[in-house]
């Protein structure tokens, strides 16, 4: 049966308890943009992973980051699309649900929250791991990793149980820090004109044309993730429909621009014949000696500190995702009522918060117990499937878009290059994505096969499970299946 294809008009709040919602109409553009780039990461996915993606793909690892920023605004095209039909906070989980059915839909739910939990719970091995290591040289106090990664789940918690305009401010005022000592790197870069003189070798075809570029697009793909998070606080935007598509747009293409600069001046920075050998010797110390050398020990220390506050402002933004995912299937009873509860003063679902929070906790003090590496076993292994999760995420959600319009013919004007060719090609093109980076784990994990395929394994398993549960939903509660994915809230 056809459902009616009516997007949201512009109205004002229905007049309901304040527990019962989130908080409306309270981020712009720009608060959207600065959670979805801080969940990126920029100044540790510079630092961490650009130095791997020019060992692996040579001079031309810049135009990986901007040819998968180019799929990302492919994808970008349909998922905006769809946007004004979707009337809730469960982005991928709402979009899948609605084009490709109720089962699918709650499979994505399950593999959603897995995945931004993986996500996670998986940096606060790397943010115990960075924080312990960065106090210990700058102030000689060596405490073990697990000390940080507690407190910063204590102050994840908090921020993400205050208002979501708290986390807002600071999640800006963090990713303002990191990314103006990327760009003071850049200005010293560039005025002294790198190490032999400024070229643009990386953008020719026959360095980024190489058969080694596989290895820098994957990385570049993980690079991206939670982008697509804009759509989770369609609840909590002002004029969601126009707010959602803009925050969208502006946060991959600020990625890609970003990316794939930066990596080009920290090839330039080093020269082109030499940018690969000095990434060979020393990937994680690559931008900390470009630092002393064009800036100074000082700038080296700052961005040692801010590389620790990028973690937190990913932990946040992550938090925030995974809440408003359990306030969804909480509103649609798929999870328990109790999860959707709202704080009557700061809007914010507090008791998804504290659940997350708890989990974060079990986790890290496990992992510590059986005493694995905080970033090599831990962040890594961790963090993997995560990655993986939300790839196949986005490769079903551009398919999902294609079966709705498709199944909604009144598309209201909308064209066939919105509603079928780029939301198509992003799917397919996602899905090889998605194989380049499960052929190529072992960049992300260091690890070997068996444990490699094991991580990627727990992503159909996840995805399995939730299609599972509709099934039995269909069947035991006919009245909670047939709301999956469409509950309003405006």
């Known amino acids: 049966m056809t459902e009616p294809l009516v997007p949201i008009a512009p109205q004002q709040p229905p007049q309901v308890a304040a527990e019962s919602h989130l908080r409306r109409g309270t981020l712009g553009v720009a608060d959207i943009v600065f959670f979805v780039v801080a969940a990126a990461a920029p100044l540790t996915v510079m630092a961490a992973v650009a130095p791997l993606a020019i060992l692996f793909g040579g001079i031309g690892a810049p135009v990986a980051y901007l040819a998968v920023g180019v799929l990302l605004v492919l994808f970008a095209v349909g998922f905006t699309a769809m946007t004004p039909y979707i009337r809730n906070a469960g982005a991928f989980y709402s979009y899948i649900a609605r084009g490709l059915g109720r089962p699918a839909g709650l499979g994505a739910a399950l593999l959603a ?11 606060f091995g790397a943010f115990g791991f960075f924080a312990a290591s960065t106090v210990d040289d700058l102030l000689g106090v060596d405490l073990p990793w697990t000390v940080y990664a507690f407190a910063g789940i204590a102050v994840v918690w908090f921020l993400g149980f205050r208002s979501v305009n708290l986390g807002a401010k600071v999640l800006a005022a963090l990713l303002i820090a990191e990314t103006a000592i990327l760009l003071l790197l850049a200005v010293a870069v560039l005025a002294k004109g790198g190490a032999s003189g400024l070229t643009f070798d990386s953008f020719a075809p026959s360095n ?3 058969s080694g570029m596989s290895g820098p697009l994957g990385l570049a793909a993980a690079a991206f993730i939670g982008f697509e998070a804009t759509a989770i606080y369609r609840e909590e935007a002002r004029d969601p429909d126009r707010t959602v598509p803009r925050a969208t747009y502006l946060a991959v293409g600020f990625l890609a621009l970003f990316y794939a600069f930066i990596t080009w001046v920290i090839v330039q920075a080093f020269g082109s014949a030499q940018a690969v050998g000095v990434a060979a010797k020393n990937p994680p110390e690559m931008f900390f000696t470009a630092m002393t050398q064009y800036v100074g020990g000082w700038a080296t220390d700052v961005q040692r500190v801010l590389i620790v506050t990028s973690l937190l402002a990913a932990l946040l933004a992550f938090h925030n995702a995974i809440t408003r995912y359990v306030y969804a299937l909480s509103a649609e009873h798929a999870f328990p009522a109790a999860l959707g509860r709202v704080h009557p003063r700061h809007g914010s679902p507090w008791v998804a918060g504290v659940a997350q929070s708890v989990l974060a ?4 003090a496990v992992f510590a117990l059986i005493g694995v590496h905080p970033y090599n076993e831990f962040f890594l292994w961790v963090n993997t499937p995560g990655v993986v999760g939300i790839l196949v995420l986005q490769a079903l959600a551009g398919f999902a878009v294609v079966a709705f319009f498709r199944r909604n013919p009144a598309a209201h ?12 090609a992003a799917g397919v093109l996602l899905v090889a994505a998605t194989v380049l980076v499960c052929r190529r784990l072992d960049l992300f994990t260091g690890a070997g096969p068996a444990v490699n395929w094991s991580l990627v394994a727990l992503t159909p398993a996840v995805f399995l499970v939730g299609v599972a549960l509709a099934v039995r939903l269909r069947r035991v509660r006919p009245d909670v299946y047939a709301k999956l994915g469409t509950t309003d809230v405006d």
Request: charged share 5%; proline share 7%; hydrophobic share 60%.
């Open 361 to 364: 906790v079990v986790v890290v």
């Open 113 to 123: 929250v897995f995945s931004y939990n993986a996500l996670q719970i998986g940096l």
């Open 413 to 424: 004007g909308e064209g066939p290059l919105r509603t079928l060719i780029a939301p198509a």
């Open 208 to 210: 980024f044309l190489a």
